[in-house]
Each structure stands twice: as structure tokens, then as C-alpha cells.
């Protein structure tokens, strides 16, 4: 069992108080103190990652995302803790990496070349599966289909991730792939529509009504 698993109460205030009193600080860190205190913090847990990024549905707010996509023991625990969110001044820590507020588009090596991806170029399917979906997503012809089957599946994985959110991806999308198409159509739409899509699909998951706004 993973130490993760084995976190307790105790265990887990004494984890948001060192990560409260790192979010404190930030006025008078840099960033190299801050990446250390919260490193220290999350030393006994080396399954969770960390974003410290603005919240998408609100800019002024600072939020500190624990990532738990490969720490479910720890989210169950968390979550049952009854302790997160936990908010502070202008700043709150939470489970899960939010969606990216930010245009779909990556750069990726392709042998010696260097590929510019305008994700909004691809099309998405959901297709379902025992309440949950399998997301395809579509690749026209063009410079993607340079790339392996391997990187595809892995790019597609990064897309969907950031249009949806890691505890979106974790409650309600059961696998991601990919597919050749021949363009975007009615049943291949833009992966720019992917999140008003989820979020008619799902409407209690997380971040529902900034998905259905944040590309219209």
C-alpha cells in the first residue's frame, strides 16, 4: 500500500497547514523558495504533482492544484477528509488540475522538424461506456499524421486533459484514442466545441459552466 494510502487525519492537516503557510508566503518568496517549501510538503506523497496556476473560472484567484490522477487512494482520502478546498487570501488549494484557459495548441518534434498543432484542426467523438465515455479523438489529413501512433495517443491525452480537467478525465472518461478521419464535420466536430459538449453530457462535473462559456 502506497504511503498516500495510508494518510490519516492527522497526516493530512499537517499537510495543508505546510502548504497554507507556503501559500502565505508567496509575496515574499521567490520562486525558488516557494517550489521548496511546497517539495518538502508533499516529500512523503511522491505520487502527487502540483500546479500553481491562476483557477480558470476565476482569475483573481490563485489556486494551488494537488494532482491526483495517479494518487486515487489519496484523493478518496482527501476528499473524505472534508478539508479541501481550502481557501486563504486571494489563494485556495484543491484537488485536481484544472482545465488550461488557454488556446488548444502544442509543438511537437517530429524527427528533425518541429510540428506547430492548432488542436482546434481536430475532431472528437464520445462514445459510451458503462456511465462513462471513451474519447476519440479525430486527426485530418495533414503534418500530424507524420507522427506515430504512440505520440498521437499521447498528444490526444495532453488535449483532453486540459480541456477537461484531471478529476473530469478521472470520474468520467474511461479511455482516450485516436482515429484517422478524413475532416471535420457534423460527427467530427472541433475539439474546440469538446467542452460544451462534456459538459451537456455531464452536467455536475467539475468546472460544468465555465466549460460550456470558456470557447463560445
Known amino acids: 500500500m502506497s504511503t498516500a494510502a495510508c494518510i490519516g487525519g492527522d497526516m493530512m492537516e499537517q499537510l495543508l497547514n505546510k502548504l497554507a503557510q507556503a501559500m502565505g508566503q508567496l509575496d515574499h518568496l521567490d520562486q525558488e523558495g516557494f517550489v521548496g517549501l511546497v517539495s518538502e510538503a508533499l516529500a512523503p506523497y511522491p505520487d502527487l504533482g502540483w500546479v500553481l496556476a491562476p483557477d480558470p473560472a476565476n ?39 484544472p482545465p488550461r484557459d488557454g488556446p488548444i495548441y502544442l509543438e511537437a518534434q517530429a524527427g528533425d ?51 477537461l480537467g484531471e478529476l473530469n478525465m478521472m470520474d468520467h472518461v474511461n479511455s482516450v484514442s485516436v482515429e484517422q478521419i478524413d475532416g471535420l464535420s457534423r460527427d467530427w466536430p472541433s475539439l474546440a466545441t469538446l467542452r460544451a459538449g462534456f459538459a451537456d453530457a455531464f452536467p455536475a462535473c ?8 470558456a470557447r463560445s
Open 206 to 213: 467539475a468546472y460544468a459552466e465555465w466549460l460550456r462559456s
Open 59 to 97: 482569475s483573481a484567484l490563485l489556486r494551488l492544484s494537488l494532482s491526483v490522477r495517479n494518487a486515487p487512494e489519496f484523493r478518496e482520502r482527501a476528499a473524505a477528509s472534508g478539508l479541501l478546498p481550502l481557501a486563504g487570501e486571494g489563494w485556495e488549494i484543491g484537488l485536481g488540475v
Open 113 to 163: 522538424e518541429v510540428l506547430a498543432i492548432d488542436g482546434e484542426l481536430m475532431g472528437w467523438q464520445m462514445r459510451a461506456a458503462d456511465g462513462m465515455v471513451d474519447l476519440v479523438l479525430g486527426i485530418a489529413p495533414g503534418p500530424l499524421r507524420a507522427l506515430g501512433q504512440a505520440e498521437l495517443e499521447e498528444l490526444a491525452d495532453i488535449f483532453t486533459l486540459g480541456e
